[in-house]
T-cell receptor
């Protein structure tokens, strides 16, 4: 049972380069999220999705784009990386609620360094 | 805006002690509260989820309580072990936030000495 899988696990980018982080979940969750974790800042929400084909901005969306073309996948894109985007990125997913609880499950993270 | 605070920021205890980690939140209108564990360089592992209608949840040596009216939750760890050393995070889902978005505390770094 894989749960939430993120790829890649590590990446070093040069300023101005682009990349896409992939998140895949096999729990049939409706909701998916991208967070970043920085020392002293805790986890902050970048973007989220409440279903296939939908996305919405979180607390710190600038410089990022997302897409959710399939229910099980949520992609986070950096079009022009900046050193301020050096961080650890976490993907999470959950059921939307109702008869199923809203427990959130997280991936193992992607450590991104922008030089 | 919902804010979550965790006290203490760091805690060091000898093996075998029972300990309590505290989490407080400013708005009592929450959908649920979730406790996570994070090992260095790793992802978040869900420990316990407490629905807003519940008072506590237990899993092995862990017990989490919720007092929604006072905006507080505690995570009790019995008979601590060196393997319990990690960062513990609590997070709430505010009722008024569409999408079940979690609001996190900054965490408590726990070290259990052998």
């Amino acid at each position: 049972n894989a749960g939430v899988t993120q790829t890649p696990k590590f990446r070093v980018l040069k300023t101005g380069q682009s990349m896409t982080l992939l998140c895949a979940q096999d729990m049939n969750h409706e909701y998916m999220y991208w967070y970043r974790q920085d020392p002293g800042m805790g986890l902050r929400l970048i973007h989220y999705s409440v279903g296939e084909g939908t996305t919405a901005k979180g607390e710190v969306p600038d410089g990022y784009n997302v897409s959710r073309l399939k229910k099980q996948n949520f992609l986070l894109g950096l079009e022009s990386a900046a050193p301020s985007q050096t961080s650890v990125y976490f993907c999470a997913s959950s059921y939307k609620g109702g008869r199923r609880n809203t427990e959130a499950f997280f991936g193992q993270g992607t450590r991104l360094t922008v030089v | 805006k919902q804010e979550v605070t965790q006290i203490p920021a760091a805690l060091s205890v000898p093996e075998g002690e029972n300990l309590v980690l505290n989490c407080s939140f400013t708005d009592s209108a929450i959908y649920n509260l979730q406790w996570f564990r994070q090992d260095p360089g790793k992802g978040l592992t869900s420990l316990l989820l407490i629905q807003s209608s519940q008072r506590e949840q237990t899993s092995g040596r862990l017990n989490a309580s919720l007092d929604k009216s006072s905006g507080r939750s505690t995570l009790y760890i019995a008979a601590s072990q060196p393997g319990d050393s990690a960062t513990y995070l609590c997070a709430v889902i505010p009722v008024m936030e569409y999408g079940n978005k979690l609001v996190f505390g900054a965490g408590t770094i726990l070290r259990v000495k052998s």
